[in-house]
């Protein structure tokens, strides 16, 4: 099972929006709604911002939204703030009840 | 305080074997599905593998099936993770996760690092 598909990078500056793709297959991401997002800080543990696609956990800002078209999930940030500057990662559940991360996309707020 | 810590890491020869621990406070362990994700420092995140809430529906990532074991001993609230014939491409960091509904983890551990080398 390969990798998702991230963006190596994106950037944005304070206030604007920006999103993250993540690109699978129809035996990942097009097959299935649990897609999740995650947040991580240098050298820090990874952080949920996103499950089933679409949906916040208690507690993360609704900046930050979710969504997907046919084999690619995207998660937006909008209202970029300083503290969004992190490394992005997304994972989807796989046939074969796997589950499958991308490489991760790091975020750089100018 | 609800939280995850790992332990077991180190270094080791390749073809050897290690077990990893994790142990939860604030939680029972055994009424969620937990899983093991690995990272190199530096790169991306690994799923490695998952044990579901009810104990005996094990899963794995292809790069380890056959070597890998995920277990629990809910008397201890601990999770495991059984590693045999370890090669040098499974050095990374190793972290368990509360799954927190179906394959998405709400609560992760600091990670313990795993070194396979001569």
């Known amino acids: 099972q390969s990798a998702l598909t991230q963006p190596a990078s994106v950037s944005g500056s304070p206030g604007q929006s920006i999103t993250v793709s993540c690109t699978g297959t129809?035996?990942?991401?097009?097959?299935?709604?649990?897609v999740s997002w995650y947040q991580q800080h240098p050298g820090k543990a990874p952080k949920l911002m996103i499950y089933?696609?679409?949906n916040r956990p208690s507690g993360v800002s609704n900046r930050f939204s979710g969504s997907k078209s046919a084999n690619t999930a995207s998660l937006t940030i909008s209202g970029l703030q300083a503290e969004d500057e992190a490394d992005y990662y997304c994972?989807?559940?796989?046939?074969?009840?796997?589950?499958?991360f991308g490489g991760g996309t790091k975020l750089t707020v100018l | 305080q609800v939280q995850l810590i790992e332990s077991g890491g180190g270094v080791v020869q390749p073809g050897r074997s290690l077990r990893l621990s994790c142990t939860a406070s604030?939680?029972?362990?055994?009424?969620?599905?937990m899983h093991w994700v690995r990272q190199v420092p530096g790169k991306g995140l690994e799923w490695v593998a998952g044990?579901?809430?009810?104990?005996?529906?094990?899963d794995y990532a292809d790069s380890v099936k056959g070597r890998f074991t995920v277990s629990r001993d809910s008397s201890k609230n601990t999770l495991y993770l059984q590693m045999n014939s370890l090669r040098a491409e499974d050095t990374a960091i190793y972290s368990c996760?509360?799954?927190?509904?179906?394959?998405?983890?709400?609560?992760w551990g600091q990670g313990t690092l795993v070194t396979v080398s001569s």
């Open positions: 996760a509360r799954d927190m509904k179906f394959y998405c983890f709400d609560l």
């Open positions: 604030g939680f029972t362990l055994r009424n969620y599905g």
């Open positions: 044990l579901w809430s009810n104990g005996n529906t094990q």
């Open positions: 129809s035996s990942d991401v097009g097959g299935y709604n649990y």
């Open positions: 089933e696609v679409s």
């Open positions: 994972s989807s559940y796989a046939s074969g009840s796997i589950l499958v």
